[in-house]
């Protein structure tokens, strides 16, 4: 997902083009409510699964260092499998997910008009492209993590940003 997220009424929400943010009813009904993404996506039955969000990490309430509400609900109701249980699960039949934000808790998710990408969809595309094979001439999800950790904060940095760091939960 690439686009905008909301919080409000202890509920965080993916805002679609159509998205009507006048009160949380209208909210909810023209928006895509994480706690039902999480819920839809653990009931694919998919073995593995990768959800990627380009969307800033901070209640837009309170500006872009805000309290930080939205990434922690989006990061519980999202978080479907530990980083550290992953490699635990993965060979045991379990379904294994990882969710990669375009930045930590409390920062935004900037975008770049000459490249018409935000930062992080852009080197994450780079990425696959080839950017972050290894040596064997693999590209592995830690060699692409790698690539996006380096690339992405560079960028907001010769942007004059406040900053920008991927995460991975």
Not at 22 to 47: C, F, H, M, V, Y
Not at 57 to 78: F, I, N, Y
Not at 129 to 155: M, R
Request: hydrophobic content about 40%; aromatic content about 8%; glycine content about 8%.
């Amino acid at each position: 997902y690439s686009g905008h997220g909301v919080h409000m009424d202890d509920r965080s929400f993916l805002v679609t083009p159509e998205a009507d943010s006048r009160n949380a009813n209208t909210l909810a009904a023209t928006t895509i409510d994480s706690r039902e993404l999480g819920q839809w996506l653990r009931n694919t039955g998919a073995k593995n699964l990768m959800v990627v969000l380009d969307a800033c990490r901070s209640d837009p309430t309170r500006g872009a260092s805000g309290d930080g509400k939205l990434a922690t609900v989006m990061e519980k109701q999202l978080k479907l499998v530990p980083r550290q249980e992953a490699q635990a699960v993965a060979f045991s039949g379990q379904q294994t997910f990882a969710t990669l934000f375009a930045c930590a808790k409390e920062q935004r998710s900037y975008e770049d008009n000459q490249i018409k990408h935000g930062y992080f969809t852009y080197y994450l595309g780079q990425a696959l492209k080839g950017a972050a094979v290894q040596a064997d001439g693999t590209i592995t999800l830690q060699s692409v993590l790698n690539y996006v950790a380096s690339e992405v904060p560079l960028a907001a940095r010769r942007a004059n940003t406040s900053g920008q760091v991927p995460w991975m939960a």
